[in-house]
């Protein structure tokens, strides 16, 4: 698994309309952090929403914060989540002995 799905609470538009939400990333084994947007549908009044972070890498620990941005800036960002440790993909037997003769040869 190299991704995750947030559901996300809508707050109220304020002095505009939500355009895009901004997912903050926290790798907590590389000690890294990154940014993701999330373009709302101008049509969208549910009051909640999903929200996929991709390309995380699998059997890592993340923890993850939103804020949502509309034409008139960008609102505070949510409390951070707990800790999200993404699954390890299982490997065959087959598939486990190719990548450890692949290692030992080099």
């Known amino acids: 698994v190299d991704f995750v799905t947030l559901k996300v609470s ?15 990333i926290i790798d907590l084994d590389e000690n890294d ?8 549908n101008a049509s969208d ?7 996929r972070v991709p390309n995380l890498k699998p059997g890592g620990s993340f923890i ?4 949502a941005e509309s034409e ?13 440790k993404l699954n390890m993909p299982e490997l065959d037997a087959k598939s486990t002995a190719a990548a450890v003769i692949a290692r030992v040869r080099k």
Request: proline share 4%; with cysteine.
């Open 72 to 84: 008139v800036g960008c609102g505070p960002f949510s409390e951070w989540t707990k800790e999200i």
């Open 64 to 67: 993850f914060r939103v804020r």
């Open 10 to 24: 809508v707050p109220s538009a304020g002095g505009a309309a939500i355009k895009m939400f901004t997912v903050e």
């Open 33 to 40: 952090t990154r940014i993701v947007k999330h373009s709302r």
């Open 45 to 51: 009044q549910e009051r909640s929403i999903m929200i």
